[in-house]
């Protein structure tokens, strides 16, 4: 089957231009990867093509014939399914049940045949799946090769896979690269959306980039890491910084027994950890498996249930959720720079805005921060420039502890290198710095130690060099 997109260009009520005449072709039998910075406009085509959204304009053809899906299931007619980024099974229902039900489809159509049927295609794939368990007990690979094999139970002949290794354990990963292989051998053809160079160049048969709403270019093997990312974001100049000393002996933080309840679960058990002067702890895992809840213990949050939390010297806090946990959208820069510190600001009572548009406008020049003006709202800025005012805020507070909980997710590659720049620039200036990521190429470009997080626990902690990917990868899945 082949699929063509024409000037597909979407535009948002708010005005937001997603889209700027996108065209490319989906061949069978091949993997395509769709690489781009998040708002590139990646998912925004293939929601498109997949029928949860309507172009604004542009046109849609699948072996020749012009198209108009109005919905997932018109799509998934034509023979294309989408795999989201945060998988859309049903909880309550079991991984078997999840796959009869699809709008038109009933609990009483899980019979025998279909059995017969699903565990036929989870076999020719290579994959395990407890069928009658709970999708909510499924560990979230298992989840993910149930909507794969879902989408071809119904039919699917083109898979779109959205940021499918978010979720992942390095083991994982592997088994879906093989899982795609295996799909392509079989005639089946694979989108793969993505913003990760090092997947792009092991997985794909040709790259199209996406910047800015724009086809910016279009590759075939061999490939160049580096023409690949400045395809994604132009020319990108970073400043290496390296690890000066080893960490010092005083803690920063000390967490001994933290045990945190979330209703009658247990989400935080036993968790012992110490970050010294001069350390970065990169906390790794699988998300979901209790850092949230454990940052935002450390953070106080939420209130821990027993156990031992102590601070030296003041916490600065980046959180995983920049405009809902870090900003207010409608206010300006100025009044967003002063959260948390306004009694710097403030004498009688009163806050001095003359200071405080100084101060953010230091904070402008010092970080780099792409704005219209100190009083301009957050919500104009991009996400980068967002992050940039989180990230200056909180290093400008001096404190002894960095909390830092995936601080460059969703970024571009410059300002991942920025912020991880920064990170490392306080580390070496005496801080201590918890940061809590998925990305474990961030953890091993920047931690000196490194703790593994499973179910609630602390379940491998060691310095970096005695922590190899294959330990850790096991330790994040369980094994």
Known sequence: MK??????????????????????????????????????????LMKILSGIYRPTSGEIYVDGKRVKPKNARDALKLGIAMVHQHLSLIPGLTALENVAVLEGASLSQVSTELRRRVEKIA???????????DVEELPLGMRQRVEIV??????????????????????????????????????????????????????????????????????????????LVEAMVGEVKTEAVEKLGKPGERPVLEVKDLWVYDGD?????????????????????????GQEH????????????????????????????RQKKALVLEMSLVENAIIGKENEFAKRGLISWQRAERFTAKLIEEFGIVAPGPWSSVRQLSGGNQQKLVVGRELSRGAKLIVAHQPTRGLDV?????????????????????????????????????????RG??????????????LVGKKMAGL
Do not use: C
Not at 123 to 133: Q, S
Not at 457 to 470: F, L, Q, S, T
């Open 150 to 227: 879902k989408a071809l139970y119904w039919g699917a002949q083109l898979l779109i896979l959205d940021e499918p290794t978010t979720v992942l354990t390095p083991h994982e990963v592997k088994s879906l690269f093989q899982v795609i292989k295996r799909l392509k051998e079989q005639g089946w053809s694979v989108v793969y959306i993505t913003h990760k160079i090092p997947e792009v160049m092991e997985i794909a048969d040709r790259v199209v980039v996406l910047r800015r709403g724009l086809k910016s270019a279009e590759f075939s093997p061999p490939y160049d890491a580096k023409r």
């Open 3 to 44: 699929v063509s997109l024409r000037e597909i260009h979407k535009v948002f009520s708010d005005g937001t231009h997603a889209l700027r005449g996108v065209s490319l072709d989906i061949f069978p039998g091949e993997v395509l990867a769709l690489l781009g910075e998040n708002g590139a406009g990646k998912t925004t």
């Open 294 to 321: 454990l940052v935002e213990t450390i953070v106080g949050v939420r209130k821990r249930s027993r156990g031992m939390i102590k601070i030296y010297g003041g916490y600065a806090y980046i959180p995983d959720d």
């Open 457 to 470: 626990k602390i379940v491998a902690y060691g310095p970096v060099e005695e922590m190899g990917i294959e």
């Open 265 to 289: 679960r247990a989400v935080v058990q036993g968790v012992d950890l110490v970050v010294r002067e001069r350390e970065i702890l990169a906390i790794v895992g699988v998300e979901g498996n």
């Open 414 to 454: 410059a300002t991942t290198e920025y912020v991880q720049t920064l990170l490392m620039k306080t580390r070496n200036a005496g801080a201590g710095v918890l940061l809590v990521t998925s990305d474990l190429d961030e953890a091993y470009k920047l931690a000196d130690t490194i703790a593994v997080m499973y």
């Open 123 to 133: 076999e020719e794939l290579g994959f395990e799946i407890e069928w009658d368990r």
